[in-house]
T-cell receptor, first 115, second 112 residues
């Protein structure tokens, strides 16, 4: 089944403890992206990747890192999480980067709470 | 800077009614517009994608229209059912970064 998977789905952690949220897609998509969703603010892009080894900042990149060493995986790294990073995180992918003709597919979300 | 607005923020209708959800955007230079559905605690499911050159798209009981020049899109749901209850998000794609810019959604409740 074609899908975008994220792990973990739920995570409660403490300030300063490094964590990684994994994202994987099995559709050979070029483009991958991370969004966070907060009440009243909607979804905002954190980082995106046009292809392997090509990543760039979105609208709210502060406090996050990403890597794209292989096409299927796009992990989101929080080196020193803070309470303002408590949010619902979504990974997304689409077949071709740089085009506007195709749909973005979203993972199920990761609900992160930082105490 | 592109801004996307959805009105109303919440809507409650009795089962069987036809309804319209609205989405407006400030910059008409978009590649496409997508409507998504989000169920509580779940991810986003793409419902319809309209290219910038298209006027509308249909899928089953759903019909989405796009008027790029006026910066508006509507999602029409025919014969609503309780299973349609969810948050509906619209998003526009603009620029080579493929970033989706989302509205804050309309929470729809269809009463049996």
């Amino acid at each position: 089944e074609a899908q975008v998977t994220q792990n973990p789905r739920y995570l409660i952690t403490v300030t300063g403890k490094k964590l990684t949220v994994t994202c994987s897609q099995n559709m050979n998509h070029e483009y991958m992206s991370w969004y966070r969703q907060d009440p009243g603010l909607g979804l905002r892009q954190i980082y995106y990747s046009m292809n392997v080894e090509v990543t760039d900042k979105g609208d709210v990149p502060e406090g996050y890192k990403v890597s794209r060493k292989e096409k299927r995986n796009f992990p989101l790294i929080l080196e020193s999480p803070s309470p303002n990073q408590t949010s619902l995180y979504f990974c997304a992918s689409k077949p071709k980067a740089g085009t506007g003709t195709d749909t973005q597919y979203f993972g199920p979300g990761t609900r992160l709470t930082v105490l | 800077k592109q801004e996307v607005t959805q009105i109303p923020a919440a809507l409650s209708v009795p089962e069987g009614e036809n309804l319209v959800l609205n989405c407006s955007f400030t910059d008409s230079a978009i590649y496409n517009l997508q409507w998504f559905r989000q169920d509580p605690g779940k991810g986003l499911t793409s419902l319809l994608l309209i290219q910038s050159s298209q006027r509308e798209q249909t899928s089953g009981r759903l019909n989405a229209s796009l008027d790029k020049s006026s910066g508006r899109s509507t999602l029409y749901i025919a014969a609503s059912q309780p299973g349609d209850s969810a948050t509906y998000l619209c998003a526009v794609l603009g620029g080579a970064t493929n970033k989706l810019i989302f509205g804050t959604g309309t929470l729809l409740a269809v009463q049996p």
